[in-house]
T-cell receptor, first 111, second 114 residues
């Protein structure tokens, strides 16, 4: 599975959009980009995933560059409850058994 | 995820003791996983199982064993606990066959070995 690189921490003002970047320059053609988040020490929560098209669900939007070497998770209106560690993971669907979580980005939403 | 239940939630024990952590799920998923998380670090895969007869080692299986007693149950054992196994342990499930690719996690077991 491709390794990903994320900034260790980011701040975002409450009510503003939070844009979390992820680099995955060695991603292979069959690997998806998955995003999870972990609030304090709770179990990681699945957010969204995509292959090459942009994706949106009730939680977030995922923008993947055309060359698939990077992506951005967008939380459109961040709230204090979005403060968490966000993990970007590249994995193929058959290898979804082996998600490499790394250390993620600690997002702090500021009132 | 309330559909994935881990017991106990917290456990303190002594070096050399045998420990079993339990995971049960009501999602009907085929795949189950055990991870550990150390402070400030990401999750690391210990073992995973694709169905009742299938057990696979993950990145850090030494010192651990697992049992998949039924589709809904996957337990993790530490045969002789040591202090560096102090960590937060997570169980997860998925079922690509049902189109449910992402893994769904329990709330974790905090294990302290003295």
């Amino acid at each position: 599975d491709a390794k990903t690189t994320q900034p260790p921490s980011m701040d975002c003002a409450e009510g503003r959009a939070a844009n979390l970047p992820c680099n995955h320059s060695t991603i292979s053609g069959n690997e998806y980009v998955y995003w999870y988040r972990q609030i304090h020490s709770q179990g990681p929560q699945y957010i969204i995933h995509g292959l090459k098209n942009n994706e949106t669900n009730e939680m977030a939007s995922l923008i993947i560059t055309e060359d698939r070497k990077s992506s951005t998770l967008i939380l459109p209106h961040a709230t204090l409850r979005d403060t968490a560690v966000y993990y970007c993971i590249a994995a193929d669907q058959t290898g979804a058994n082996n998600l490499f979580f790394g250390t993620g980005t600690r997002l702090t939403v500021i009132p | 995820d309330a559909d994935v239940t881990q017991t106990p939630r917290n456990r303190i024990t002594k070096t050399g003791k045998r420990i079993m952590l339990e995971c049960s799920q009501t999602k009907g998923h085929d795949r189950m996983y055990w991870y550990r998380q150390d402070p400030g670090l990401g999750l690391r895969l210990i073992y995973y199982s694709f169905d009742v007869k299938d057990i696979n080692k993950g990145e850090i299986s030494d010192g651990y064993s697992v049992s998949r007693q039924a589709q809904a149950k996957f337990s993790l054992s530490l045969e002789s606990a040591i202090p560096n196994q102090t960590a937060l342990y997570f169980c997860a499930t998925s079922d690509p066959g049902q189109g449910d690719w992402p893994q769904h996690f329990g709330d974790g077991t905090r294990l302290s070995i003295l």
